[in-house]
């Protein structure tokens, strides 16, 4: 998949791009949210670029595309495809020197059309941390609907944290 946007470019990522990576996920307020912890180091990037480029996307389980901005890697959006081959989750971050420009939701909407247009596939869901305003304004921008919040259902960073539940089917999604 190699999406081009009006300001962007959702590609595979390569071996150049792991500095970038890894200087995103190293800053705390990028990570506040996210499964991993900061600082990332820029080894664990290389070894995460090298095995990415050795997995087929096409498969089930998650893959990472690298979001380009004006040249930039500037944040990636990640594809977890079912086992079905019918149905994906659906993750984004953004470099917080970008962040409010619209870019993830650029990212995230190229990424559906592809998922729901391209492929084929029935529903894409998500879920974030709830206090995680913008993601959740973000999902519901493009058309999520919440289904569901679970409370104390994530361990991470020292504490137990609600997660909010997003859908989106195929029939609802709107070009």
């Known amino acids: 998949m190699r999406?081009?946007?009006d300001r962007l470019v959702v590609r595979h990522f390569t071996p150049e791009d792991a500095a970038a990576f890894a200087a995103w996920r190293s800053d705390p307020e990028v990570a506040r949210y996210q499964s991993w912890d900061a600082p990332y180091p820029e080894a664990k990037a290389v070894e995460f670029v090298r095995e990415l480029l050795a997995s087929?996307?096409?498969a089930p389980g998650w893959y990472q595309y690298a979001v380009e901005a004006d040249g930039l890697v500037v944040g990636d959006v990640g594809v977890c495809l079912h086992e079905n081959g019918m149905q994906a989750e659906i993750g984004y971050s953004v470099?917080?020197?970008?962040?409010r420009r619209?870019?993830?939701?650029e990212?995230?909407?190229g990424v559906l059309g592809f998922l729901f247009e391209e492929r084929g596939l029935h529903r894409v869901?998500?879920?974030c941390d709830a206090h995680n305003t913008p993601s959740a304004k973000l999902l519901t921008r493009l058309g999520f609907r919440l289904e569901g919040r679970r409370p104390e259902n994530t361990w991470t960073k020292g504490a137990w944290r609600d997660d909010l539940l997003f859908g989106l089917l195929a029939r609802d999604w709107h070009t």
């Open 3 to 5: 999406l081009t946007t």
């Open 56 to 58: 087929d996307p096409d």
């Open 95 to 99: 470099a917080r020197a970008h962040q």
């Open 102 to 105: 619209g870019y993830a939701t």
């Open 107 to 109: 990212a995230v909407h």
């Open 125 to 127: 869901s998500a879920e």
